[in-house]
C-alpha cells in the first residue's frame, strides 16, 4: 500500500483512504489467516485454513510443533504498514479509516465485541473520514449494530461487502472484494461499474 499503491494514486491524482486493523500496525501481531497461511506453506496442509478467528490460538500451538517462528516472520519481512507510513500517508493527503482491530468475521462476534472491535480501531486512528470497512463480509450483521455504530456518532460511513440493510441512506456503501471467488457475479458487476466510473474521471 505504502510502497507501491499509494505512488500510483498520487500520479494518477486519485484520491484514497486506507483502512486499518489496528493491532497489526508497526508488525505487532500477524493476522490469523496469515499465520494459517504460513503453516500451511511449511506443512502442505491446506487445513490450517479452516482454523476459525474463535479457534485461532490452535495455529500458535501448530507453530510450535511445526517450528514457525511468527516474530521473526514479523521482524524480517514486516508486511504491515508501520505508524511513521501511516503518518506519511496522511501528509501526503490520504486519510485513514477503521477496519477492525484484529480483522475477525464479524458476524461470528456477539453485538458487544463488534462494537468494542469497531471503537477500538476507529479510536486508535481518530481518522478525519470517520470511515469503516468490515473485514470479510458483512453478510449476517444485525441492523442493530449499525444503529449503534451511528447512535455513538462512530463512524459517519460503513462499506460493506455483501449483504447492507436498507434505510441507511448514503451512510451505507456497497463495495466488492478481490481476495476470492465465492461471490463471483456480485463482484463481477461491481467491478464493472467502479471500473467504468474510474475511467471517467482519470484525465485525458
Known sequence: MYEIVAPICLRKGVPATFF????????????????????MDRSGSAEFLKVTYRRRKMLDDAAVALNVDFD???????????????????????????????????AELILGE???????????????????????????INRQFYHAVFAESLAEIIFCI????????????QRFGVEDGRDMPLNRRWREEAGKSFRARLPR
Do not use: W
Not at 486499518?20 to 503453516?39: G, I, M, P, Q, V
Not at 521473526?72 to 504498514?81: C, G, I, S
Not at 436498507?166 to 456503501?173: A, I, K, M, P
Open 72 to 106: 521473526d516472520y514479523l521482524r524480517r519481512h514486516q508486511p504491515y504498514l508501520t505508524t511513521n507510513q501511516v503518518n506519511s500517508l496522511r501528509s501526503q493527503g490520504f486519510t485513514i479509516g477503521g477496519h477492525s482491530v484484529d480483522h475477525p468475521p464479524y
Open 20 to 39: 486499518l486493523a489496528t493491532a497489526f500496525l508497526d508488525n505487532r501481531e500477524l493476522c490469523y489467516r496469515h499465520k494459517a497461511s504460513l503453516l
Open 114 to 140: 463488534q462494537l468494542e472491535q469497531t471503537r477500538r480501531c476507529l479510536a486508535a486512528f481518530q481518522p478525519r473520514a470517520r470511515a469503516f470497512a468490515f473485514p470479510f463480509v458483512s453478510t449476517g
Open 162 to 173: 455483501g449483504d447492507m440493510p436498507t434505510g441507511y441512506g448514503n451512510r451505507l456503501v
